[in-house]
């Protein structure tokens, strides 16, 4: 089973600040196969990155994804109030097994 | 518009039995693998079941194996999972969830709103 360790736990920042969530693999992810959600209280959670850097449909520029191996990492370049929200990591690599990580939680600072 | 409506959630006593359903529309069904995901109170995202496009293949976490059963009936666009001997750590929110193609090198592209499932005496 492949192993997310997502980093760091809760990220404090302002609105306008860059955030930087990583999220770390115990073996390689191989072709990408890494996706990033957003949930929000009380919300399931939403499709945000696909294939570690393909941004899904309607998720505006902002959002970025980016690594390979077992290195990635989502960018928020400018938070917006609405981004402040809980973030998962997911690799689809090691099917039929799929793992999630522990998340990152983005709140105000 | 693709939507998946869950249904099923309950308060069970342990060792009880419950059976979630999840109504899609939007989309072609059978040409999609479905699964489930649950979140306990406060926790994260844990992969539970999932299922391919035509039924013929399931797949279980540890956790669950030999206690859920995944099925779907695509002639009703209805996915479902029977939940028996259930314990107090299967408490969450079950959420139905999309995948992008079939079940092998896809990704989760469409969720449900999620059912609550609590096990308690």
């Known amino acids: 089973e492949i192993v997310l360790t997502q980093s760091p736990g809760t990220l404090s920042l302002s609105p306008g600040e860059r955030a930087t969530l990583s999220c770390r693999a115990s073996?390689?992810?191989?072709?990408?196969?890494l996706a990033w959600y957003q949930q929000k209280p009380g919300q399931a959670p939403r499709l945000l990155i696909y294939?570690?850097?393909s941004r899904a449909t309607g998720i505006p520029d902002r959002f970025s994804g980016s690594g390979s191996g077992t290195d990635f990492t989502l960018t928020i370049s400018r938070l917006e109030p609405e981004d402040f929200a809980v973030y998962y990591c997911?690799?689809?690599?090691?099917?039929?097994?799929?793992?999630f990580g522990g998340g990152t939680k983005v709140e105000i600072k | 518009e693709v939507q998946l409506l869950e249904s099923g959630g309950g308060l069970v006593q342990p060792g009880g039995s419950l059976r979630l359903s999840c109504a899609v529309s939007?989309?072609?069904?059978?040409?999609?693998?479905m699964s489930w995901v649950r979140q306990a109170p406060g926790k994260g995202l844990e992969w539970v079941s999932g299922?391919?496009?035509?039924?013929?293949?399931?797949y279980y976490a540890d956790s669950v194996k030999g206690r859920f059963t995944i099925s779907r009936d695509n002639s009703k666009n209805t996915l479902y999972m029977q939940m028996n001997s259930l314990r107090a750590e299967d408490t969450a929110v079950y959420y139905c969830?999309?995948?992008?193609?079939?079940?092998?090198?896809?990704?989760?592209?469409?969720w449900g709103q999620g059912t609550l499932v609590s096990v308690s005496s």
């Open positions: 969830a999309k995948k992008s193609g079939g079940w092998y090198y896809t990704y989760f592209d469409y």
């Open positions: 939007g989309f072609t069904f059978s040409s999609y693998a």
């Open positions: 299922i391919s496009g035509s039924g013929s293949s399931t």
């Open positions: 073996q390689s992810v191989s072709s990408s196969y």
């Open positions: 294939g570690a850097s």
């Open positions: 997911q690799q689809y690599d090691n099917s039929p097994e799929l793992t």
